[in-house]
């Protein structure tokens, strides 16, 4: 199995800030990247994917890059509703899900 | 807008069988591979297979040998049933669908609200 591996598990942050998370594969995967926020008792949404495309809907202060085995989401201003746990899946192989990162207001 | 919803025992006794159905609406079941996710209560994600709407289907070599998914494009619903379950298999279990690029990269882009199952000993 391909493991994702996400950085900080957590972190906490202020309305404004610039955030980046960061998710690692144990091997290449190409583009083959998604990432997904996930808000308590909710379903995950999808954010990202393909590494940098923004889904239909999702704000433009969401962004995301990388490619191969580095991979990074950038919130560049967050927002009152930023505040959930963030997730990178690849599908380069079985697919699998980064540990998550977790926002918390500062 | 495409709507996901789960439905199945809340309960099952360990050692049995774990059965869910994921029904489809505001869009086809046709074309699309259909997913079950897992979520046991404050972990993460893990995938547990998909399967398309001609049948054919992937699961997670982790899984593979418990867990089979079936789908019925007539009613638009699909299926997971898991063997054999333990405490370990207590979780939310998620259905959604799955939207593909030319790349082949497989993402989750509906997802449903989820369904709390818990294995009791």
């Known amino acids: 199995d391909i493991q994702m591996t996400q950085s900080p598990s957590s972190l906490s942050a202020s309305i404004g800030d610039r955030v980046t998370i960061t998710c690692r594969a144990s091997q290449s995967i190409g583009r083959d990247l998604n990432w997904y926020q996930q808000k308590p008792g909710k379903g995950p949404n999808l954010l990202i994917y393909?590494?940098?495309n923004l889904q239909f809907g999702v704000p433009p202060r969401f962004s995301g890059s990388g490619s191969g085995t580095y991979f990074t989401l950038t919130i560049s201003s967050l927002q009152p509703e930023d505040f959930a746990t963030y997730y990178c899946?690849?599908?380069?192989?079985?697919?699998?899900f980064g540990g998550g990162t977790r926002v918390e207001m500062k | 807008q495409v709507h996901l919803q789960e439905s199945g025992p809340g309960l099952v006794k360990a050692s049995e069988t774990l059965s869910l159905t994921c029904t489809v609406s505001g869009g086809s079941i046709s074309n699309y591979y259909w997913s079950w996710i897992r979520q046991p209560p404050e972990k993460g994600l893990e995938w547990i297979g998909y399967i398309h709407s001609s049948g054919s289907a992937n699961y997670n070599p982790s899984l593979k040998s418990r867990a089979t998914l079936s789908i019925d494009t007539s009613t638009s619903q699909f299926s997971l049933r898991l063997s054999s379950v333990t405490a370990a298999d207590t979780a939310m279990y998620y259905c959604a669908r799955v939207s593909t690029t030319v790349g082949a990269n497989h993402y989750f882009d509906y997802w449903g609200q989820g369904i709390l199952v818990t294995v009791s000993s």
């Open positions: 393909t590494a940098s």
């Open positions: 899946q690849q599908s380069f192989g079985s697919l699998t």
